[in-house]
């Protein structure tokens, strides 16, 4: 049997490994505001009261919206509470994903992020570099980092991670700045970042996973459905488990708009799996 740790230090403090991903309290597409916004509210309350200290935004996300909800149901922060956003795209008015990798852009959005959250600086600022929409790409981020590197002399960022970035990159950005943490692709079926997770985790460095659960396709597998229907957990309850496995480093922010997903996801933390367990979800990877 394999129990992991639960919690992991991260950006000067300790926080619990399963946190929350803000994405999908915005409207359909990532773009405009939820129907619901009550129901948006009450999931954020919830997955506090549940134990999340840790939730993942971006001022991109509607635009605006989510950030604007995560104040409206939570500011005051609780002072446990740790906010990362990210920086490097915009929307436009169809809703499109556009590159806004420019120092000046880094720093509109960066302000963006500080008054729609009600902050004076910000915990964890992510760059999100653009590459392969969801697949990082080699070449130079130096500028990029040394923006927020900036913004971090100033007061306004206290820590920076990176997302959708290569290990050339990473170490790249750590020669202008610490780096706290890396946000890319990886699920228990999108596996290119293996080796990543392992050279991050030597430097003690958090992998937080986007898409955890597949993305806006969540994960088709039925030998992961098969294992799921055995020890009586929902698919996504086991691949989340995993990850957890995976190592101690990997942080998670699954999203959800309901309230009933979350209570799911949650409770992926308290799997056990056994030997023969991982290897049967290791092995799925190559389905």
Not at 107 to 119: E, Q
Not at 155 to 175: D, F, I, K, Y
Request: proline share 6%; aromatic share 4%.
């Amino acid at each position: 049997m394999s129990t992991p740790v639960l919690s992991y230090s991260f950006a000067g403090r300790t926080i619990n490994r399963m946190g929350y991903g803000a994405m999908q309290l915005a409207g359909p597409g990532v773009f405009g505001p939820p129907k619901d916004r009550g129901a948006a509210l009450a999931v954020l309350r919830e997955a506090v009261a549940l134990g999340v200290d840790h939730i993942d935004t971006s001022d991109f996300y509607g635009p605006h919206v989510t950030n604007q909800i995560i104040r409206e149901a939570l500011h005051p922060y609780p002072d446990d509470l740790l906010i990362v956003t990210k920086v490097g795209a915009v929307r436009d008015g169809d809703g499109a994903w556009l590159p806004a990798q420019e120092p000046e852009d880094l720093r509109r959005s960066v302000h963006d992020n500080l008054r729609n959250l009600g902050l004076d600086a910000l915990d964890v600022v992510n760059l999100r570099v653009m590459g392969n929409i969801h697949e990082p790409s080699e070449g130079s981020i130096a500028r990029q980092v040394e923006a927020l590197a900036q913004l971090q002399h100033e007061g306004l960022v206290r820590h920076v991670g990176l997302s959708n970035v290569t290990s050339t990159q990473v170490a790249e950005a750590q020669r202008i700045t610490p780096i706290v943490c890396v946000q890319n692709q990886y699920n228990l079926v999108q596996r290119t970042d293996d080796a990543l997770v392992d050279e991050l985790a030597g430097q003690g460095i958090a992998f937080v996973p986007f898409f955890p659960l597949g993305g806006f396709t969540p994960i088709q597998s039925s030998g992961l459905s098969a294992l799921a229907a055995r020890v009586q957990a929902t698919p996504m309850q086991l691949a989340l488990a995993w990850l957890l496995h995976r190592s101690p480093n990997v942080l998670l922010i699954p999203g959800t708009s309901s309230i009933a997903h979350l209570h799911e996801n949650m409770q992926a933390s308290q799997r056990v799996l056994s030997d023969e367990m991982l290897a049967e979800l290791n092995a799925i990877a190559a389905e």
